[in-house]
């Protein structure tokens, strides 16, 4: 099943990155990092993945998607899919998944990631929590409840070590069964 | 020579500046002349454009010697552009990358004397798509022709100048200056002078201008004071125009404009003070008054019946 990790800055594409280097997606097919630009006026601000340092975090990901392009021209903290029907076919195109996927999230109630879960019902939500304030300040939207139904499994925390030994990341899975 | 001239007026905008200064930045080609014009800004504004200077040589930097006011800036800009196409930017606004390019491209691929652009209403982080008020586009149109008359908003009542770029070999340099005695709304008689003195127009689906709606100080949503009146004077600017065009429909479709803007400034008369209400009623009644009968009567029966009422009220206060 393809993977699609959900990141809105670089402490969370990290934490997504940290994982597949654990070996927590060696079962998994394709493996797409989405990245959202959630600046202010993100038309004026370099996103997070442009570095070229980025690569290191790139390299680990079959394809590094950009969500500000596919929602264009609305922002990624405010943005709603009016029809949802449209959309779905709209984002398995930009992310290149055709089968079942599941979501790899930092958090499954703050946008845009939590549009992602309303959009696709069916996709497994698994949740790395960001290792310290990426958090943005919006107050929590989308299905809530829905999503905790979705949980299935309580994944001990386990630590896990980036390769260049800078930054280190608890770790908290949630598993469907 | 450049290719394209884009005129930025800058007022006590220092912060936006920083933002502005980045999209110029990132939409700068070679031919691309950027004329940033300061309207004696009492702010830090002058010190950001002096260090952006540093790193963007390619900068025209004007500085009024006292507070110009936005149109007679305008026009001093238009005297430093070099370009033969002509845009604006807003200092508080932004493109999107690349959509210079493109607008340049759609003038250059249509040969129309100016083409207009849909654009993105901006409200913190709402964004809204504006479009241009004409559904036929990519084609090359009369702009004597896109007056709707009444009952109807027409392309030539989208009053946004930088959603759009003008081909300054095309069209005659008097219609491109601003009145300078207008202190606000001065782009609504000026694209109503464009349009019926030009040739082709086109209208194009580009929409990667974003709007910043929530930073206008002259917007009808921001409190009043005396100078709130100065829309009746550029509106009476589109009355004598659309009379001087000696066509009837011209001049109901300016009776009709004319009553919605001032319902539109009856309705917020709350936020101005009382001796400026009383002021609103009579300058309006007799503003209306000014439009020839027949016109008028058609324009009210194209309006909605309360709006109706209320106009027809504010007739009988100055009626002659």
Excluded at chain 2, 9 to 37: E, K, M, S, W
Excluded at chain 2, 229 to 256: K, N, T
């Amino acid at each position: 099943m393809d993977q699609v990790f959900v990141a809105c800055g670089l402490e969370s594409a990290a934490a997504h990155a940290a994982m597949i280097e654990a070996g927590r997606y060696r079962t998994a097919g394709r493996r797409v990092l989405l990245v959202s630009n959630n600046a202010p006026i993100p038309e004026l601000t370099p996103g997070f993945d442009e570095p070229k340092e980025f690569a290191a975090i790139a390299a680990l990901f079959d394809r590094v998607v950009r969500l500000n392009p596919i929602i264009e021209p609305y922002h990624p903290l405010v943005w709603r899919p009016a029809d949802p029907a449209v959309w779905t076919v709209t984002f398995r195109e930009a992310l290149g998944v055709s089968g079942s996927f599941g979501l790899t999230l930092t958090s499954p109630t703050e946008p845009p990631a939590a549009m992602l879960v309303e959009l696709f019902p069916d996709a497994p939500v698994q949740i790395v929590p960001a290792p310290s304030g990426e958090t943005v300040p919006t107050p929590p939207v989308g299905p809530v409840a829905s999503v905790l139904g979705r949980v299935g499994r309580l994944r001990q925390p386990a630590r896990r070590r980036l390769r260049h030994g800078l930054l280190w990341l608890r770790t908290l899975t949630f598993r469907p069964d | 020579m450049s290719e394209l001239s884009v005129i930025v007026p800058v007022h006590n905008a220092a912060r936006f500046l920083p933002g502005c200064l980045a999209t110029i930045r990132a939409n700068y080609r070679d031919g691309y002349q950027f004329i940033l014009i300061d309207d004696h800004s009492s702010d830090a504004t002058p010190q950001l454009i002096e260090q952006a200077q540093e790193t963007m040589p390619w900068l025209t930097v004007l500085r009024n010697p006292e507070n110009y006011g936005v149109a007679r800036s305008r026009n001093r800009a238009l005297e430093a552009a070099d370009g033969r196409y002509l845009s604006y930017l807003d200092a508080d606004d932004w493109y999107q990358p690349g959509h210079l390019d493109a607008t340049l491209a759609a003038i250059k691929r249509f040969g129309a004397d100016f083409v207009r652009t849909d654009h993105v209403r901006v409200d913190g982080l709402w964004r809204t798509i504006v479009e241009a008020p004409e559904p036929v586009r990519d084609t090359v149109l009369d702009p004597r022709r896109q007056f709707g008359g009444v009952g109807r908003t027409t392309i030539v009542d989208y009053p946004f100048l930088w959603a759009g770029i003008y081909d300054r070999e095309r069209i005659a340099p008097e219609l491109l200056t601003f009145d300078e005695s207008l202190r606000t709304a001065a782009d609504r008689p000026w694209f109503w002078r464009l349009y019926l003195n030009t040739e082709s127009t086109v209208v194009v689906g580009l929409r990667g201008y974003f709007y910043r709606k929530d930073s206008n100080p002259s917007a009808l949503t921001q409190a009043g004071n005396p100078s709130t009146l100065h829309f009746l004077d550029a509106y009476a600017r589109i009355r004598d125009l659309a009379v001087a065009s000696g066509m009837p429909h011209h001049v109901e479709q300016a009776a009709y404009g004319a009553c919605r803007i001032v319902y539109l400034h009856l309705m917020k008369r709350e936020r101005l003070s009382r001796e400026l209400q009383s002021e609103l009623f009579r300058r309006s009644s007799r503003f209306l008054n000014s439009f020839e009968g027949e016109a008028m009567s058609r324009a009210l029966a194209a309006l909605p019946f309360r709006q109706r009422l209320v106009l027809k009220r504010v007739l009988r206060l100055e009626r002659s």
